[in-house]
């Protein structure tokens, strides 16, 4: 088997306070980050018996990740094993970076977002060319509010050209043609962002060759379809993967519709649709977009 599975564990704390996100500054208890590093060592040791099928890992948790040791560990021990294609995670880039030295280059990659305000911008530049020194796979972006316009530009002029720089649309906001073609002129995949898209009924490749995995081991075809389709540790959800049409209105958040059928993703992200680097380093968008004019309300954080 060839699955794409995203891990999001019960880790809720991050150290960043941004308005646009609703965990910024949630702390967990002790007996919460005992929890999440229990069930992310269950997971990883699920994946790593997993030697008769090729895995490609995305953690996507509520919090921030890479501040807690267990996940930097985590990372580096799967990013060695043969049937792991790709082990990524997003973050806001915060931790420290030394621990890389222990992962394989090859196989680990990072979804890094910047947030202006929450982090000195020469000191996040500083990280992400550390990351590039290291010939870490990473990509990098902005949520696009007026405010961060700026601060998107000066990143994309900064950056190495090789290294992909995305512009997520904020969460309820609209964009004018004019403000839509400022931010595309910074990441020209922005229009696949700034409206969501219309799913339903349509292909998806979740719950097929795609999954999501809570703390608890159950799988769901996607972060957002709350039907189970059975569990990671006894094997029932094996039974249960098939094509399947989308059963939402809309698609609105990047780790979801990447998975649409009907979207030219697969093609555009070719080689990296878990860590968001596309394939062609001056990506464009592509014809077939099902777009719904709408303020989107993404249930996931970027």
Known sequence: MDLSILYRGPLASCDYDCPYCPFAKRRDSREQLRADRAALERFAGWATAQTGDRLSLLFTPWGEGLVRSWY?????????????????????????????????????????????????????????????????????????????????????????????????????????????????????????????????????????????????????????????????????YRRALRPRACPLAVCECHIGYVHLESLPLYDTFAGGVLERIPADPAPRVRPALTLVPAQPLRPTPP
């Open 72 to 236: 930097r560990r985590t990372l580096a021990e799967l990013s060695h094993l043969p049937h792991i294609r790709r082990v990524a995670i997003q973050t806001n880039l915060s931790c420290r970076t030394d621990w890389l030295e222990d992962a394989d280059p090859g196989t680990l990659a990072l979804w890094c977002t910047y947030h202006p305000g929450q982090t000195p911008y020469d000191r996040f530049l500083a990280k992400c060319r550390d990351l590039a020194d290291r010939s870490v796979r990473h990509s990098v972006g902005v949520v696009g509010l007026p405010e961060h316009l700026v601060e998107a530009r000066r990143l994309r002029a900064d950056l190495p050209a090789h290294v992909y720089l995305w512009i997520n649309a904020a969460e309820g906001h609209t964009y004018t043609d004019a403000e839509a073609d400022e931010w595309t002129a910074i990441d020209p995949l922005f229009p696949y962002s700034r409206h969501p898209h219309r799913s339903a009924g349509l292909p998806c490749r979740t719950g097929e060759s795609v999954i999501s995995v809570d703390g608890e081991g159950t799988v769901r075809r996607c972060h957002f379809v709350p039907a189970e389709l059975g569990s990671l540790y006894d094997g029932s």
